[in-house]
Each structure stands twice: as structure tokens, then as C-alpha cells.
């Protein structure tokens, strides 16, 4: 995948529309080689989920591995997401 894939995931902001990504859009994102994630995915270093033969990370497990707040409002939101 070429830098300018549109597909090419680099910052956590851009997960916000998605339900899971791959190992290998996990391991741009943390900065790794995707041998290294799938090593760290097989010995249960962040969380991820069979599907078949395919491996998949769930965001909304991975925010919460990444220690994101997924109850923070938005830039220039005053609310929490979930209206309290």
C-alpha cells in the first residue's frame, strides 16, 4: 500500500467511522512492521479477533487499548458523546 492509499490509516482520528481495521492498518498506526504486529497480535499484546484465517482489530477495543477516551466530546464540543 502506497502512502497514498486512501485506505492508509495514520492517526486515531480517522477510526472514528470504523468497526474494526487490519493488522497491518494497526501496524502503520502504531508505527511498527506488520511481521512485528502480527508477532504482538499472536502473543495477545492488543486485542484482535478471528475471522477465518483473517485477523481484524476492533476500534473501539483498541481506543480503549491505546487509552483514547471514547467518551470525550469532539474539538469544540462542550457535551460528552453520550449526552450527559
Not at 470504523?18 to 497480535?41: H, K, M, N, P, W
Not at 470525550?72 to 462542550?78: D, L, N, Q, W
Request: a positive charge; glycine letters at 10%.
Amino acid at each position: 500500500m502506497s502512502p497514498k492509499d486512501p485506505r492508509l490509516i495514520s492517526v486515531v482520528s480517522d477510526l472514528s467511522d470504523l468497526t474494526v481495521i487490519t493488522v497491518e492498518d494497526f501496524a502503520r498506526l502504531v508505527g511498527i512492521g506488520r511481521s512485528a504486529a502480527y508477532e504482538a497480535a499472536r502473543r495477545g499484546e492488543f486485542p484482535v479477533r478471528r475471522v477465518g484465517r483473517r485477523l481484524f482489530v476492533p476500534v473501539p477495543a483498541l481506543k480503549r487499548w491505546l487509552g483514547v477516551d471514547l467518551d470525550v466530546a469532539a474539538p469544540g464540543g462542550t457535551e460528552e458523546a453520550t449526552g450527559t
